[in-house]
């Protein structure tokens, strides 16, 4: 079965500080998309940042940083100057080429912020 | 900009009531695919569709019923609520054409309670 593991339930950074929230994933493929959702308190899912499986150049988005590792199945994303409002669930996510494009979540990380 | 448009935002059923959540996007997707969001479990997929007329069952389908009519609809439908279908639920979309790799834009969600 493809999963995605989280193996953080809950996080918690000081503000400015760098906080990593890690992933594991379980797939044969070799061909897929890596997606980091943000869920605010609001529920409204945001696509944080992107990957793609044959790209061994890892993805930054401003802040948002992650480090892909083919091999480890790990997708890893960094936060770096947390803020205030970088406080949410994060969820990691993987869609195979060819499933019709359903995506699979992991549980997700609750992510704390403190001033 | 309407994007993914889910009604209503909050529900009480009754036990063995029906209902259907409503979602409609306007983003000429081709994808659309329903959730479930469950406290400690993560999104997991219900039904989705590739095109009108086309549906198919994800991990959690028992006791939801989906129909494409349209490219922009996408209703989920209950036909006796159970309290076990309590949860969030969230309608996404997306586009195809590069399906793997195309982000889901998520609607914003309708918080459903059976008592």
């Known amino acids: 079965a493809q999963t995605v593991t989280q193996s953080q339930p809950e996080m918690s950074v000081q503000e400015a500080e760098t906080v990593t929230l890690s992933c594991t994933y379980d797939?044969?493929?070799?061909?897929?998309?890596l997606f980091w959702y943000k869920q605010p308190p609001s529920r409204q899912m945001i696509l944080v940042i992107r990957q793609e499986a044959y790209k061994q150049q890892n993805a930054t988005e401003n802040r948002f940083s992650v480090n892909f590792q083919k091999a480890a199945k790990s997708f890893s994303l960094k936060i770096s100057d947390s803020q205030l409002g970088d406080a949410a669930m994060y969820f990691c996510a993987y869609r195979v080429r060819g499933s019709q494009g359903n995506l699979i979540f992991g549980k997700g990380t609750k992510l704390s912020v403190k001033p | 900009n309407a994007g993914v448009t889910q009604t209503p935002k909050f529900q009480v059923l009754k036990t063995g009531q029906s209902m259907t959540l409503q979602c409609a996007q306007d983003m000429n997707h081709e994808y659309m695919s329903w959730y479930r969001q469950d406290p400690g479990m993560g999104l997991r997929l219900i039904h989705y569709s590739v095109g009108a007329g086309i549906t198919d069952q994800g991990e959690v389908p028992n006791g939801y019923n989906v129909s494409r009519s349209t490219t922009e609809d996408f209703p989920l439908r209950l036909l006796s609520a159970a309290p076990s279908q309590t949860s969030v639920y969230f309608c996404a979309s997306s586009s195809t054409e590069s399906s793997y790799n195309s982000p889901l834009h998520f609607g914003n969600g309708t918080r459903l309670t059976v008592t």
């Open positions: 797939t044969s493929e070799s061909d897929y998309y």
